[in-house]
């Protein structure tokens, strides 16, 4: 079964733990710009609002990249392949989500890959504003279909678009 | 079912792909038209002048016998012409190849300027992997090059010569840099830039001829600028601009304007011919008009739909959003949609020429219709998102206007609706062009 990243809002208090672990486990520094999960913050409005790449089925920065340097792990993970990756960024601007980023001091993109099964943002969350759950207790399944369905005249099939899981 | 495509870029490749993966059976032609090479990807060329990747890293798909394994058949030619009565194409020599629906993704080529010595040797486009291979032998470090052409494609080369260590001139006829991709103020930053790092940009230039020789130690040519200097070269590359394929198609049938003219469904004016990426005229998103795109994400877009209809699912292209991003010597820009604004539409701006920052944002009514930024990467995709899905903006409208730096809030509160609502997908629609 899928797992995916479940993002509660309501709960997230700003700590920007989930940042510090990204940017550790990912970049080996504890730098939030290198984070690949974002805390934004609404300063108005005192809330918080984690974000990151929801590994969705389009595959927009997939079917964008020239050199095939993304590609979809059986687990439906969009993984960036650091050693095909030249750095054009068109994936940047593909991702409609923008959850795609450019790192200059490596000269590749960046993204979020969910540390390839055990999320560190999630396990450094100490509010539960971040977990990591089946996607179909998640109702994260049933999310995607009405943010799809909802949207008019997109499928979700795109030329790297991995086979449906059972 | 015999399906030939012909052209093996993005659009060709990404097409065949889709092909077999809506029809198991079906025989799959993919025609590529350049000498011996495996389909790659022009893109990655400046990529490949400058030595970050080997020629092997250009190519658009990395696995050995990536297209024997999916039965796709591919094959080098050039093609002389469609018979769009007995369904053939003619291929280069004497050879035909029948076909029940054939995919035209002949792609674009540069445009080679009327000037005298454009001919010479070591004056290049750069285009191909064999035009890097002719580059690369007059681009050592310190060599003095003479870029024609500072517009997307030329900026780009201009980053590969850059770090290659050559000493560069570029000469463009437009008063400012990517003048098709940006504003003065963007442009204006663009050639500040070069300058400070030592590259000598000359806007409101046009070349007016190349000589053999000159006096010049390690140049052998001489660019004669219309502002009466004499610059030594030992490489010109000329970048200015490209023209979609289609030659071949005169006698076919197949209409054409400055592309190949298709339908919604990426059909040509000829049964069971079909077109896409940068040979044919697709639809703007921005304009609902058909334009030639000549961008990757296009390519793929109108290869994937392509071939969805040839394969009997219809699926009509609803349009795509023009976009571009480039690396200028370590400056990133990037512009999006209707970046030159919408008619009684408003404008925010955030300029900051000392640190070479700018985000210009153009709004219709309450929503995003186009964008630009320099010097701004992080979470750039959300313009796309919201141009694309056309969300409005309601409150955060006025908001952008006020505080454009704001951009990544409004985003996160348009698109994903209100907190605590889990995890709602951003979703990404495709408007139906205003105007058919």
């Known amino acids: 079964m899928l797992k995916a990243l479940v993002i509660d809002a309501g709960k997230c208090t700003g700590c920007k733990q989930c940042e510090m672990a990204c940017s550790y486990v990912k970049e080996g520094e504890f730098n939030v710009a290198k984070s690949r999960i974002r805390v934004f913050d609404f300063h108005t409005e005192a809330r918080f609002v984690p974000y990151t790449c929801t590994q969705c089925a389009e595959a927009w920065c997939q079917q964008a990249c020239p050199v095939n340097a993304i590609t979809t792990n059986a687990d439906g993970i969009k993984i960036v392949h650091e050693n095909l990756c030249v750095g054009c960024k068109v994936c940047t601007i593909a991702c409609p989500f923008g959850t795609v980023n450019y790192n200059a001091s490596t000269g590749k993109v960046i993204k979020c890959d969910l540390c390839l099964g055990s999320p560190a943002c999630a396990d450094a969350c100490p509010t539960g504003a971040i977990t990591f759950r089946d996607s179909e207790q998640a109702g994260f399944d049933k999310m995607r279909v009405w943010a799809t369905q909802a949207a008019h005249g997109t499928t979700t099939q795109g030329p790297n678009t991995p086979a449906a899981k059972g | ?436």
């Open chain 2, 1 to 436: 079912m015999n399906y030939v495509v012909l052209g093996a870029g993005p659009a060709g490749v990404t097409a065949a792909e889709t092909l077999r993966s809506v029809d198991k059976n079906a025989s799959i032609t993919l025609i590529g038209g350049d000498g011996n090479e495996p389909p790659y990807s022009r893109m990655a060329i400046p990529y490949f002048i400058y030595g970050k990747i080997g020629e092997d890293g250009t190519h658009l798909r990395q696995e050995n016998g990536h297209y024997d394994k999916l039965g796709i058949r591919f094959l080098n030619a050039r093609a002389g012409g469609v018979d769009t009565k007995a369904k053939r194409l003619h291929l280069s020599g004497a050879d035909t190849l029948p076909y029940d629906k054939l995919l035209i993704a002949t792609g674009a080529s540069p445009i080679i300027p009327r000037m005298a010595g454009a001919n010479l040797d070591g004056v290049e486009t750069c285009w191909t992997l064999d035009d890097s291979r002719e580059i690369l032998k007059h681009a050592d470090r310190g060599a003095p090059v003479v870029l024609v052409g500072a517009g997307f494609i030329g900026s780009i080369i201009l980053e590969a010569l850059y770090l290659r260590g050559c000493k560069i001139t570029v000469v463009e006829l437009a008063p400012r840099m990517v003048a098709r991709m940006m504003d003065e103020t963007a442009g204006g930053m663009l050639g500040r830039w070069c300058r400070k790092k030592g590259v000598d940009v000359r806007v409101n230039t046009k070349v007016n001829g190349i000589r053999q020789g000159s006096d010049a130690p390690g140049a052998k040519l001489t660019v004669d600028l219309s502002d009466g200097a004499a610059i030594p070269a030992s490489l010109v590359v000329l970048a200015v601009g490209v023209r979609s394929n289609i030659g071949f198609l005169v006698g076919s049938g197949i209409a054409t304007n400055v592309g190949i003219k298709v339908d919604q469904f990426l059909r040509t004016s000829a049964p069971d011919v079909y077109a896409a990426g940068d040979c044919c005229e697709g639809l703007d998103l921005s304009t609902g008009k058909p334009d030639m795109l000549a961008i990757q994400p296009v390519a793929v877009e109108h290869g994937r739909i392509a071939a969805l209809n040839m394969a009997g699912r219809p699926t009509p292209h609803l349009g795509s959003l023009n976009m571009n991003v480039l690396d200028t010597m370590g400056l990133i820009s990037s512009s999006f949609g209707l970046w030159q604004g919408a008619p009684l539409g408003r404008t925010a701006k955030l300029i900051d020429e000392d640190k070479f920052k700018y985000l210009k944002l153009e709004f219709e009514g309450d929503r995003l219709v186009g964008a630009q930024c320099v010097g701004l990467t992080d979470h750039v995709g959300m313009l796309r998102g919201l141009i694309q899905t056309g969300l409005k903006l309601g409150i955060w409208r006025d908001r952008l206007l006020e505080a454009p730096e704001r951009l990544r809030e409004a985003y996160i509160a348009v698109a994903q609706g209100k907190p605590g609502f889990g995890p709602a997908q951003p979703h990404v629609n495709t408007p139906v062009p205003k105007v058919a």
